[in-house]
């Protein structure tokens, strides 16, 4: 305010002697410029809010639930005094809210320099006035025949041959008579005419209930109206009916915009230097509502009466109710109801104070047997209910269009108490015919269009971008639904955006895994959700153990937790439980046999590309060619599935799990656990498993006591192509026990007895137990240590699939 009144100051101590400094009047024009922006209405399409409670129909017995247009204009600013009378008019408006009539005149408002301004103007410095000569050239000498001159701060004007002349103060028309007489003493034969090129700005100050009091910079075309458009338009606590303008000779002029506003006519009051504006305080308000044209809040001065009211809104609509007037007023701390009607003149005439509401009252519609359809469908209107008594018949005859939103229909229902009920229904149920909703007399069906929410944008660490069509009670998981993850759940979150802030983080783990309701979040229109990766220092440490465990789930990890801490923890085993062939998954070892297999992988792919150059290098005929081109792309199909195989299982590490959870506590396998350790204990496997060089691979049911030997008889016994001596065997713990290692030197207890020297073949199987046959497997010979390897890995990780049931 402070730097306002300085500038002011400074305008005025030139007493409008001088000319305005440029560099002042730029300012002032810079300022004004931003306030033309701040003025400028951005507008949004149109989003109802609905809400996210999972409930087809709702019913509210007290309070009936408001439909989703009056939601939208509750979201709008609302000034105090539009705040009274709306809430006093409560659940009764059904459209839009009652608003101060003729605010919204200034958001649009447009400032034009245009029209001429007449001899009468008074010339000061900054205008550029235009001067045209003519005549006998033989009399007029040298002078030209147009000069464009320019007002000085001292008020003067120089023609060449003819000297300074002093103009400032003189109306056009003076300035032109003053030249004609100069010229005359001179020069004889000639004509002059002389107009304005461009009229100058000077400042006029604006103050009282605007947007931005101030100083503004106006010229001669224009008018009061453009300086307050200027600084903002008025603020709805100021007056359109009071605003005073104040020359600088001290005369006042009242000016009251309803005659522009409602009348139509002109207030062509230009402005002046050293003109003032003040926009007084609102004045007494009245509002009307109901069977009128233009329902508002306006503003009273002392002597009008309800008719007057009426007419500022635009009259009465023909489905006006003859009796229904009622005026509720604020008297004596009371709120106070006066009746009228249309032929009672006393009513009409009768004035108004300040706080009063009329409502009119319009002839009730009553559509016996009727449905009405609204909205965004090729044919809307009234249907009967007795053709339309079902949503599923009135959908095939309103003809739904290819943007209608088919996830959403409401349903305005009219009960017997005359309460309002709103019914919320999935179309997509009606049209699959999942489900139906049967329609009374007097529904009202609403269809949306399909954008009429925004929709919902998934990017981010995932390997399919999406947007999501929005429906009402969609949810997080329903969004997700069909995303593919660039990286496991456990080490993504998703940050949720809402216009562009973000607004909340949920991580995947407790969403898709843990299957925490909480994470499952409804979401609005318009949603972004960015996948991101977890920070290492953000996540909570945890372990998983699942299977038969009494309370299987995660558990946070605890700082020297062992294997036995976490089992106590799920309840310990259950009857079913097979701790021996306990799986272990670690992610350092997982990781650790990924590389390797990498590394296997790529020496294999190497020694390929290197064989097949070599042979086509060595000048081969067309047969050798082909026939070596069936070797490789054999080759290259084994390499393929070694790649598929290789990656089922990994990171298992091999324990031997005693039966009895207290024998655990003890054992040198109950290890210390780490952050990501995965933990299954299956149920009792009942099979062996058989893979490889045999003439069928399959699980066998587990027989007690039956050795290597019987279960490859079971099979049928080893191919052609087997390595015999490769034979080994997976036991359900993961460890493994080769033919060639075999120690024979042991012994062990049958049938009372103790038994000494078996041979491999003799060994006893235990439920879960894999026997694996090696082939041969005509490939590269660099390929065949690294095959060995792979193999192995394949066939342990397609045994612990097996035990905890992936496959």
């Not at 109802?48 to 439909?67: L, R």
């Not at 299977?547 to 990890?557: A, L, M, Q, R, W």
């Amino acid at each position: 305010m402070l730097r306002v009144l300085a500038i002011l100051l400074f305008l005025f101590s030139f007493s409008f002697s001088q000319e305005i400094p440029q560099e002042l009047i730029n300012k002032i024009e810079k300022n004004q410029q931003t306030n033309e922006l701040k003025n400028t209405q951005i507008t949004k399409p149109y989003e109802p809010y609905f809400p996210s409670k999972k409930q087809e129909i709702e019913t509210k017995e007290e309070i009936p639930e408001k439909t989703e247009v009056e939601k939208t204009f509750e979201k709008e600013t609302l000034s105090n005094i539009e705040k009274i009378y709306n809430e006093r008019i409560g659940k009764e408006i059904k459209e839009e809210k009652l608003k101060q009539f003729g605010y919204d005149f200034f958001k649009n408002y447009k400032v034009y320099e245009m029209g001429p301004v007449g001899d009468n103007y008074v010339l000061g410095p900054g205008d550029i006035v235009l001067l045209y000569l003519w005549g006998d050239p033989v009399d007029i000498l040298n002078l030209e025949g147009f000069y464009s001159l320019k007002i000085d701060r001292e008020g003067k004007i120089y023609i060449p041959h003819l000297g300074v002349f002093y103009i400032w103060g003189l109306t056009v028309k003076e300035a032109k008579d003053l030249l004609r007489r100069e010229f005359a003493k001179k020069f004889k034969n000639f004509r002059i005419e002389l107009s304005l090129g461009k009229i100058r700005s000077y400042p006029v100050y604006v103050s009282g209930y605007v947007e931005n009091p101030g100083v503004v910079l106006v010229n001669a075309t224009q008018s009061v109206i453009d300086a307050l458009s200027l600084s903002g338009g008025i603020t709805k606590n100021g007056s359109l009916r009071n605003i005073i303008l104040t020359r600088k000779n001290g005369k006042k002029i009242n000016i009251d915009l309803y005659e522009l506003l409602l009348k139509g006519k002109p207030i062509n009051i230009s402005l002046k230097e050293g003109d003032a504006i003040y926009v007084e305080p609102i004045g007494k308000t009245a509002a009307i509502y109901g069977s009128v044209k233009r329902p508002a809040i306006y503003e009273l001065k002392d002597s009008e009466n309800i008719k007057e009211l009426v007419k500022f809104s635009g009259g009465l609509l023909p489905s006006v109710y003859g009796y229904g007037f009622k005026l509720y007023r604020y008297e004596n701390n009371n709120l106070s109801l006066l009746n009228g009607k249309l032929d009672d003149k006393s009513f009409w005439n009768m004035k108004l104070k300040d706080g009063d509401l009329l409502k009119i009252e319009k002839i009730y519609n009553f559509k016996e047997n009727v449905i009405t359809v609204k909205g965004y469908v090729k044919y809307p209107g009234d249907y009967s209910v007795k053709d339309y008594d079902k949503l599923s018949k009135l959908i095939s005859k309103v003809g739904l269009l290819p943007d209608t939103n088919q996830n959403y229909v409401e349903i305005v229902r009219i009960k017997n108490d005359n309460t309002k009920e709103i019914i919320k229904f999935n179309l997509q149920n009606v049209i699959k015919g999942k489900k139906d909703l049967k329609l009374q007399k007097l529904d009202t069906v609403y269809f949306y269009p399909k954008w009429v929410f925004k929709p919902i944008e998934i990017s981010g660490e995932i390997e399919n971008p999406q947007v999501v069509d929005y429906y009402p009670d969609i949810t997080l998981l329903d969004v997700l639904r069909n995303v593919k993850y660039k990286e496991k759940p456990r080490k993504l979150k998703v940050e949720i955006y809402k216009n562009q802030k973000s607004e909340k983080i949920i991580y995947l783990y407790d969403l898709l895994i843990k299957n925490d309701p909480k994470a499952n979040i409804p979401l609005e229109p318009g949603i972004k959700i960015l996948v991101k990766k977890v920070n290492e220092t953000e996540k909570d440490k945890t372990v998983t153990i699942l299977g038969e465990v009494n309370k299987p789930g995660i558990y946070k990890y605890k700082s020297g937790m062992k294997l036995y801490d976490l089992i106590v923890l799920a309840g310990g085993y259950t009857e079913d439980a097979y701790p021996k062939a306990l799986i272990f998954i670690r992610e350092s070892a997982k990781k650790l046999q990924q590389e390797q297999l990498q590394a296997s992988i790529l020496a294999m792919e190497e020694e390929l590309a290197a064989g097949s150059e070599a042979f086509q290098a060595a000048g081969a005929t067309k047969e050798e060619q082909a026939l070596a081109k069936i070797a490789l792309e054999k080759q290259k199909r084994l390499l393929q599935i070694i790649k598929q195989k290789a990656q089922i299982g990994l990171g298992r590490i091999a324990l031997n799990i005693p039966s009895s959870l207290k024998e655990l506590k003890n054992s040198p396998d109950n290890i210390e656990l780490q952050d990501g350790d995965f933990i299954y204990v299956p149920a009792k496997p009942n099979y062996i498993l058989v893979l490889g060089g045999v003439y069928n691979q399959i699980s066998l049911p587990y027989r007690k006591n039956k050795t290597v030997e019987w279960y490859l008889k079971e099979v049928g016994g080893l191919k052609e192509n087997a390595k015999e001596d490769d034979l080994y065997i997976i036991k359900a713990n993961g460890r493994v026990i080769s033919k060639r290692n075999f120690d024979s030197d042991i012994f062990e207890w049958q049938e009372n007895k103790l038994v000494f020297g078996k041979d491999f073949y003799s060994m006893r199987l235990e439920q879960g137990d894999t026997i694996v046959v090696p082939t041969e497997v005509k490939v590269p010979i660099l390929w065949r240590p690294l095959i060995k390897d792979v193999t192995q890995i394949i066939f342990q990780a397609l045994s612990t699939a097996v035990l905890a049931k992936r496959l």
